[in-house]
């Protein structure tokens, strides 16, 4: 499906600065020439830009499909390097969807090869998923928990992590850490540009900390933070 959008795109980038574009169609696979084909619904979703940045494109793809899941199924998407070998699909800048251990689509940005054909001015991101996989996972049950009634704190953390660290694996070493003031965390972004130490990225999570009898002091928003820099560093994943 994506080769047809990329012709679009490459048409429409001739009358608009930014567009997005989507199609639901049928998809054919085989493992093999002798097996039988089967056959799915895929959705794919084009974003592209002469204003946002390639970053910008590619998370507000992921923002979107991960919204629409937490919002439909109140469930997670995993993510993880894309094994994808499409030839749009981008070397560094991709990744796989799955939910449960099901691999179930990818986004990427377009290769630069790729891109260079259409436009370099262009930035172009895509996502590809499985629609009957999509409405094939089960709803899981929303959980109520009582607001506090005392405010709560927001703080990100950028960490230098290596690169051949998993996104799963990263999100894995934070969830161990255990604080009764800690009440969730999400991914914020990735940075992977000048100024890193040599095979290293910079992750950046926003966490979420609270308490339900009382407002966090300044001494207690900083003993949550000395603790939990400390497990992470220990853990190999230093403060940037």
């Known amino acids: 499906m994506v080769p047809g ?8 980038e001739r009358a608009y600065d930014n567009f997005s574009l989507f199609e639901i169609g049928s998809v ?3 493992t093999s020439p002798k097996d039988k084909c089967e056959q799915h619904k895929n959705i794919c979703v084009l974003a592209a830009s002469k204003i946002k940045s390639e970053d910008e494109l590619f998370y507000d793809l992921k923002g979107m499909i991960t919204f629409t899941l937490k919002a439909i199924k109140n469930t ?23 939910h449960n251990g099901n691999l179930m689509g990818y986004i ?9 054909n259409i436009s370099k001015k262009l ?4 996502l590809e998923i499985n629609r009957d996989a999509l409405q ?17 704190v927001v703080l990100d953390y ?16 934070i969830s161990a850490y255990k604080s009764d003031l800690l009440n969730g965390f999400e991914f914020v972004t990735i940075y992977t540009g000048k100024g890193l130490p040599e095979g290293k990225k910079s992750v950046t999570f926003r966490f979420v900390i609270g308490s339900n009898e009382k407002t966090l002091s300044s001494d207690d928003i900083n003993a949550f933070s000395e603790s939990f820099i400390d497990y992470m560093r220990a853990v190999d994943y230093p403060l940037r």
């Open 76 to 98: 997670r998407l995993d993510f993880a390097p894309c094994t994808s070998e499409y030839n749009w699909v981008h070397p560094l800048k991709s990744v796989d969807i799955s």
């Open 28 to 30: 054919f696979k085989a």
């Open 108 to 116: 990427t940005i377009v290769h630069p090869l790729i891109k260079k």
């Open 158 to 173: 950028s960490f230098l992590v290596d690169n051949g660290i998993t996104f799963d694996k990263l999100k894995e070493d």
């Open 123 to 126: 930035n172009i991101a895509v």
């Open 136 to 152: 094939a996972i089960n709803s899981e049950v929303i959980k109520y928990r009582e607001p506090s009634k005392f405010p709560e």
């Open 5 to 12: 959008m990329l012709a679009f795109a490459e048409k429409n």
